[in-house]
C-alpha cells in the first residue's frame, strides 16, 4: 500500500504562481509513473501531468509551458510548480501513482482545491 498526501493548493489570482506537493508513505517515485490529475465541478479527471521511471515526462497541451511536474526521489516527494494560472485552472488536483509490480495498480491521494480569481 501506498499512501499519498496532497498540500499547497489555495487561492490565486489569475498570473500568479503555485506550488503543489505530493508526499508518498514510501520510496516509489523511481519506479511508479508519478502524475497530478484534476477534475473541475461536473468535468472527468484528467491528466494534468506525470513523469516516468526514466525522467521523462508528458503534459496536458493546456499546462505546457506554464506548469512543470518534478520529483524529489531521496525525500519521496514529488512537485507541480504551476505558473501564469488561468481560472480554467480551477480545480481539485489529484496526485496520482501507477505501479505495475503485480499488474496495473493505482494509487490516489485526497486531492487538494486550486482557486484561480479573475
Known amino acids: 500500500q501506498v499512501q499519498l498526501v496532497e498540500s499547497g493548493g489555495g487561492l490565486v489570482q489569475a498570473g500568479g504562481s503555485l506550488r503543489l506537493s505530493c508526499a508518498a508513505s514510501?520510496?516509489?517515485?523511481?519506479?511508479?509513473?508519478m502524475g497530478w490529475y484534476r477534475q473541475a465541478p461536473g468535468q472527468q479527471r484528467d491528466l494534468v501531468a506525470n513523469?516516468?521511471?526514466?525522467?521523462?515526462?508528458n503534459y496536458a497541451d493546456s499546462v505546457q509551458g506554464r506548469f512543470t511536474i518534478s520529483r524529489d526521489n531521496a525525500n519521496n516527494t514529488m512537485h507541480l510548480h504551476m505558473n501564469t494560472h488561468k481560472p480554467e485552472d480551477t480545480a481539485v488536483y489529484y496526485c496520482?501513482?501507477?505501479?505495475?509490480?503485480?499488474?496495473?495498480?493505482?494509487?490516489w491521494g485526497q486531492g487538494t482545491q486550486v482557486t484561480v480569481s479573475s
Open positions: 496520482h501513482a501507477r505501479s505495475f509490480e503485480l499488474g496495473i495498480i493505482d494509487y
Open positions: 513523469v516516468i521511471p526514466g525522467g521523462s515526462t
Open positions: 514510501r520510496s516509489i517515485f523511481s519506479r511508479y509513473v
